[in-house]
């Protein structure tokens, strides 16, 4: 091979691995890039699956079937005009569900479109019904809106939502709480409904949102708490985690409820593109990527990575056939907090649904495990809010 055929072989190759590596950081860009849409982006609570009213009786209402009508359990009806709270399925078929009827409010009739609510309560008919307050705080960006009500015991507890609901999202347990005797706090934080934007404009699963946690749990240091039990919903239990990271506070949580946690986004993430057929060997470095144009350091809400620093004992509630927080992160973190942490499954329930499948079993798990985290007398003095 003469030297100019062997400089233009070498040019060849040069240009060709370029090119290739051109089109792999090109298509890394583009893949980290979904991270904002698919993992990052704002998102709010929307009901699920709608229905048309067939009948209606005393106790009893019935559906037609587009998808949804059928879920197990306790669940809220809302519709125009009205909203009303109806039992397990009793009987259905392909396009006829015969649900209980336990309350309702406003005109149901046949014909009427309906769709089913998690929450169960909506704010409105919350406020009155288990005699929340609305406080409004100075947060870091803003003010933040906090619903409270009044218990006898010195321990508070604290629920924070996940990205795709709002405080409705904790309405659910407010009456077990309340009767077990302890007050309550319901958070809200910078990019919810009530909340104002976070410079960013994204969900960063604690890694800013723990400082709105910290105003909470300012607030209820300045009104009468010695310690805290904190409730975290989906990517709210992320927000808890980096709240026990990073707070002055974090020695006066005494536990924590995690409802279908996202704990590792990192790994939801690499499995999702594994599933997308993105090759194996670039996630790596496309996960980087996307941290850089993000802002957010991955690592540092990997909770499984970091289960050791958590200071506080663990209840996990989770669903058997969750695909939006799988259950493997939460099995490994319960694995890695040993004894410190206890994970209860729930077979059949939906991300955010284990409360409206079991409301007895889920009640029971969650007040005693604030019972016996909080039944000791407080090592904590009040603290003045004045000084």
Sequence with gaps: MTKRAK?????GVTIAVLVAVAIMVVAS??????????????????PVGAAVVVAVEPDRVVLSDNGGANVAGVWGLVFDGG???????????????VRSLLEVAGGLTPGTEVSLDVAVWSAGDAMDRFGLTEELLNGPEGPLALWTAPGVDDTWVVFVHGNGADQTQALRMIPAVAEAGYPVAIASYRNDEVAGPSPSGTHGYGFDEWRDIQAVIDFGLGNGALDFVLVGYGSGGSIVGTYLYESRSADRILGVVLDSPMLSLATAIEDAWIDQGVPGWTIGWTKAIASMRFGLDLGAIDHVERAAEWTAPVLILHGRDDEVNPLDAAAAFAIARGDDALLLTFPGAGPDALWNTDPTRYEAAVIGFVDDVAATVSAFEPVDPDR
């Design 83 to 97: 909203r009303a709270v109806v039992g397990d399925v009793e009987s259905g078929s392909d396009d006829r569900i």
């Design 29 to 46: 860009w583009m893949q980290a890039g979904t991270v904002r849409a698919d993992w990052l982006a704002v998102s709010h609570q929307t």
């Design 7 to 11: 400089l233009w072989l070498t040019r």
